[in-house]
């Protein structure tokens, strides 16, 4: 069946360090992606959504970019932190049905 | 904004027993719910999608009559694992939503963590 992949499942950055998450999706009738973070023992934190008439986004320190064309979606957070140390999920939603996430990628911040 | 309350945080129990976990929006009216199931260092998989005051709509593989779930109000679901084994130990989130689940954010409870013995 379709399914959001990740390409790597994890990275490691030093503090101050930018970092770049990447995800495939492949269901291209999907025109809402959302980017999580999850902490360990916690449920995903939301940290920034487009929709697919947009190709970039911008947050506080974060920036998810959408590239319809090859189906691809990353998620860049500027001057990493330790707190962002997390797994990240990436989401896609197809009109009329629930999210589908990927497998997820760790983010690992070395001090 | 957008807060989710899940209860309870962590469950032991005996095979057998029957759990019941609370999804509550707190600020929001959540027109709809969802609930999850994650293993150890796995992605989450849906189980199951409910609409206020209508009958959850469950995944392929997901059964209706072990996972029974009620969604009674525009602020609750509740999920209960009937007859619990120890194949049922898992990490078991919810989210909900106030959009109808399609193009809006799903926000998350923080999960519950079912251990059975």
């Known amino acids: 069946g379709e399914s959001v992949g990740l390409h790597l499942p994890t990275l490691s950055v030093q503090e101050g360090d930018n970092s770049i998450i990447n995800c495939a999706y492949s269901?291209?009738?999907?025109?809402?992606f959302i980017w999580y973070k999850q902490e360990s023992g916690k449920g995903p934190q939301f940290i920034i959504d487009?929709?697919?008439?947009?190709d970039k986004r911008q947050g506080q320190r974060v920036t998810v970019l959408l590239n319809k064309t090859v189906k691809h979606l990353s998620l860049q957070i500027a001057a990493t932190q330790p707190g962002d140390s997390a797994v990240y999920f990436c989401?896609?939603?197809?009109?009329?049905?629930?999210?589908?996430f990927g497998s997820g990628t760790r983010l690992q911040v070395q001090p | 904004g957008a807060v989710v309350s899940q209860h309870p945080s962590r469950v032991i129990c005996k095979s057998g027993t029957s759990v019941k976990i609370e999804c509550r929006s707190l600020?929001?009216?959540?027109?709809?719910m969802f609930w999850y199931r994650q293993f150890p260092k796995q992605s989450l998989m849906l189980m199951a999608t409910s609409n206020e005051g209508s009958k959850a709509t469950y995944e392929q593989g997901v059964e209706k009559d072990k996972f029974l779930i009620n969604h009674a109000s525009l602020t609750l679901s509740t999920l209960t694992v009937t007859s619990a084994h120890p194949e049922d130990s898992s990490f078991y989130i919810c989210?909900?939503?106030?959009?109808?689940?399609?193009?809006?954010?799903?926000?998350f409870g923080d999960g519950t963590r079912l251990s059975i013995l």
């Open positions: 989401a896609e939603n197809p009109p009329g049905r629930a999210l589908t």
């Open positions: 600020d929001f009216q959540a027109t709809t």
């Open positions: 487009i929709r697919s008439n947009m």
């Open positions: 269901n291209s009738a999907s025109d809402y």
């Open positions: 989210s909900a939503s106030s959009g109808g689940g399609s193009n809006q954010p799903q926000h």
